[in-house]
């Protein structure tokens, strides 16, 4: 399957072999999107890459971090830690 090229050097894209090429290399780049979709996160970041904890969505996470801190030394998850 030697793709034919024109005289300049490049490739001929009237080809059959050419835009067989071109199908595979779509479907590849399209998996490979869907593969690495990431979600588009709308939190405002700092310069430094950290979440901007000044917005309404970076004192929520804060919040929930304090609650997620205060209930890990509860009395009930205490008692599971030492009983383990």
């Known amino acids: 399957m030697a793709i034919q ?3 300049s050097g490049k490739m001929d ?3 059959k072999e050419y835009k067989e090429l071109k199908d595979r290399l779509a479907k590849a780049r399209a998996t490979k999107a869907k593969a690495t979709k990431k979600t588009q996160s709308t ?3 700092t310069k430094s ?3 901007d904890k000044r917005t309404k969505e970076g004192k ?3 919040e929930r971090m304090a609650k997620a801190r205060k209930a ?3 009395l009930k998850n205490r008692l599971k830690r030492l009983f383990r």
Request: glycine content about 6%; some cysteine; hydrophobic content about 30%.
């Open 43 to 45: 939190l405002k970041k």
């Open 72 to 74: 890990q030394n509860s």
């Open 49 to 51: 890459g950290k979440v």
């Open 5 to 7: 090229r024109t005289a």
């Open 13 to 15: 894209k009237r080809t």
């Open 60 to 62: 929520a996470i804060c």
